[in-house]
């Protein structure tokens, strides 16, 4: 076997010596182009100026550093008109001009910082013997072209959180092909961060050491009165609708078994399940209008028909059910996006998987990420728009070259 094919050289390069210098696979060879086109007006030259040795890496063999001598040729353009009168010789695709590195080392870099980020890329890096740094990957990732968007026709957009109550962004995606587009940064004014915000400055300076999530979290067990300004929609409806449940004395499943048993299918319920889910809807009146609710409104989700919601808006107020009603409220807000939810065919699914990859592409960057580069590791993302494994391996290849 030719050592040329060992190391996957390109035709036209003979290895003229193999050496091991300072720990370093050193791989001499010489170019036997007998001519080679120029790169302004691509006609053939074959008259030599002069001769010079290219360094650059290449990717590690059995762990070991590898580094390429390759002497290349200049040669003359005798074009007339061409304004390059010498240029020297092309060895691609093993390697770009002017690079230092070979083609296939610059795309392993690429992909191992898109999968790690810089810091964790560096570290695995060094173990596999590629001698780079976390910068140079951050660069590598930062070279990455970004496609233009196509028409999209149905669009989804989600929010996500840089840091908690501060800084915020949002994300793109085309809701057919569930692609990720793009991620742009938002800038929002909650009432209860300025208030946190406010009263973390206010006991700091009375000595308060501890972080702002534990202010926020001592802020939610306040009653609602407290804080008339600040709304306490976030507490979940069905939450409470079992806790005034709860106090029956002949049921022994919590709060969380409850809420889990209005919103599964009574098909899928074990027996003991259905007994326990009687044992709820016979607890009070109340208790059996909440569930007849829960399910017609299940059923809006699960079949699509939006048009039921104003009839079952109406028969929640009919109720006097304490529990709905700031649900309720937050319905009325947003009613258009809640008829398009239970209408359209379309699902949320897609985009909070999404933001579950950038979350985790943000923490393992600690959280120090620039949109621009969470941005690209989202969209170069291995599963961002495909669903098989054979298709994210050919997508993440093909985007990369």
């Known amino acids: ?49 002069g001769h010079y040795t290219r360094t650059f890496g290449d990717l590690p063999c059995a762990g070991q550093p590898v580094r390429l001598l390759v002497q290349v040729r200049k040669f003359f353009c005798d074009v007339t ?13 093993l390697v770009k001009p002017c690079a230092r590195v070979t083609t296939r080392l610059s795309e392993s870099v690429q992909t191992i910082g898109l999968a790690t980020g810089g810091m964790l890329g560096a570290r695995l890096t060094d173990r596999l013997g590629i001698q780079t740094c976390w910068m140079t990957i951050l660069r590598r990732i930062m070279a990455l072209p970004t496609a233009p968007a196509e028409q999209i026709v149905e ?16 994300i793109l995606v085309d809701m057919q ?74 049921l022994t499943i919590s709060v969380q078994q409850a809420t889990w048993l209005f919103f ?10 259905q007994e326990n889910l009687r044992l709820v809807r016979q607890a009070s009146p109340k208790a059996e209008a909440a569930y007849q609710l829960v399910e017609k409104f299940l059923q809006m989700v699960r079949e699509h028909t939006g048009e039921q919601l104003d009839a079952w808006l109406k028969e929640v107020e009919a109720s006097h059910i304490e529990a709905f009603k700031s649900f309720v409220t937050g319905v009325q807000q947003d009613k ?36 621009d580069l969470l941005g690209l590791r989202v969209l170069y993302h291995p599963e961002a728009s495909m669903t098989s494994k054979g298709e994210q391996a050919s997508a993440a290849a093909s985007r990369v070259k």
């Open 1 to 49: 076997m030719k050592v040329e094919l060992l190391f996957s050289l390109v035709e036209g390069l003979e290895v003229t010596n193999i050496e091991v210098i300072d720990g370093v696979l050193t791989i001499s060879a010489v170019s036997t182009q007998q001519s080679a086109c120029c790169p302004l007006c691509s006609s053939l030259a074959t008259r030599v100026h």
């Open 81 to 93: 008109g061409c304004e390059r009168k010498i240029f020297t010789e092309r060895i691609a695709p």
């Open 155 to 170: 669009l989804g957009i989600d929010d996500f959180s840089f840091r908690r109550g501060r800084k915020f962004g949002s």
């Open 177 to 250: 092909s569930h692609n990720v587009i793009d991620l742009l940064p938002v800038k929002r004014d909650f009432a209860k961060s300025l208030l946190t915000a406010k009263l973390e400055r206010e006991v700091r300076a009375k000595g308060y050491k501890g972080s702002q999530r534990g202010v926020y979290r001592y802020l939610a067990t306040l009653e609602p009165s407290a804080f008339p300004n600040v709304s306490r929609a976030s507490v979940s409806t069905s939450r409470q609708a079992a806790s005034s449940m709860s106090s029956n004395p002949p």
């Open 264 to 273: 599964r299918k009574q098909a899928d319920l074990k027996e003991a399940e």
């Open 336 to 371: 258009d996006a809640v008829l398009a939810a239970l209408t359209l065919p379309w699902s949320t699914g897609p985009l909070e998987g999404h933001v579950n990859r950038l979350k985790l592409s943000k923490r393992s960057m600690y959280g120090r990420a620039k949109i």
